[in-house]
């Protein structure tokens, strides 16, 4: 089962129905693939599972009658008469896709690659927190002094104590989040600091070069709006929600596993 949910993003892959981006045929999208993934999976597992399970019940089955027949006489022995053994037994894998994944969210909103909110993202991810810190210092101080505190000792009132005289800690990702929407806070002010910057590099560069690479700049991005069309975003989608069911899917390995040993036992 573990090897099947490696391979859903083939699976996904070969589903094939319309997709438009309303949520009135998302919803219909979701619930057919939803079938597909449980279909899919269970007619897998059951070609990779099923030899081998009624292999091991036909052996018990002969085992059993051999065991049976030592209890008969020796002169009953030879007349006894083995039935064929049945062979339409076959597992139910049930899965449940459609509730495992009733949590999904997708987002295939465009969202430019040379954004000023991707490459914050980019830069500032968990695994650089240094430079978060080295960039987000000033920034973390002001989103911290936004944030309200609450008094331990009475949960959901404000406590009346300076954001200053509190020092929070942050993990990774809740620094790099903070730096991101603190940045965002400061665009207002940061308006008289882009236009001193643009007459520098206006001076050093001289305006051929900023035309050029404003040029290009909005090039890239008319290219990859109009590239994002519905096949795109209807790819953006399955790889979303394949990464989403493949977790989901790993969590029930046991129980379905221990489903299917319980079916075979009875």
């Known amino acids: ?4 949910i490696g391979r859903l993003g083939v699976l ?3 589903f094939d129905h319309p997709f438009h981006p309303h949520p009135g045929f998302l919803f219909t999208y979701k619930k057919e693939l939803n079938k597909h993934i449980e279909n899919g999976l269970g007619r897998n597992l059951m070609s990779r599972c099923s030899n081998s399970q009624t292999q091991i019940i036909h052996e018990s089955q002969n085992e059993m009658t051999e065991e049976m027949k030592k209890l008969l006489p020796q ?7 083995v039935a064929s053994p049945r062979n ?3 597992v139910s894998y049930r899965l449940e896709i459609h509730d495992l994944c009733s949590d999904f969210e997708e987002d295939i909103e465009f969202h430019f690659s040379l954004g000023w909110e991707a490459l914050m993202k980019k830069f500032l991810a968990p695994r650089n927190a240094k430079l978060a810190v080295a960039m987000g210092k000033s920034i973390e101080r002001d989103v911290k002094n936004m944030m ?3 008094d331990p000792a009475h949960p959901g009132q404000v406590s009346t104590r300076r954001n200053s005289d509190v020092v929070p800690r942050y993990n990774d990702d809740e620094l790099t989040l903070a730096v991101v929407q603190g940045v965002a806070s400061l665009t207002s002010r940061t308006t008289t600091l882009v236009v001193v910057v643009g ?3 206006w001076r050093v560069m001289g305006w051929k070069v900023i035309v050029c690479c404003s040029g290009l700049y909005t090039g890239l991005y008319v290219i990859e709006r109009l590239r994002w069309t519905n096949s795109a975003k209807e790819k953006a989608f399955k790889k979303q929600f394949g990464s989403y069911a493949t977790e989901k899917l790993q969590l029930v390995i046991s129980f379905t596993s221990h489903n299917c040993s319980l079916q ?3």
């Open 12 to 14: 996904i892959n070969d």
């Open 75 to 81: 002169s009953a022995q030879e007349n006894v008469m």
């Open 199 to 201: 007459g520098l590099l």
């Open 148 to 150: 309200p505190n609450q």
């Open 1 to 4: 089962m573990a090897e099947e």
């Open 88 to 90: 339409d037994f076959e």
């Open 264 to 266: 075979v036992q009875q």
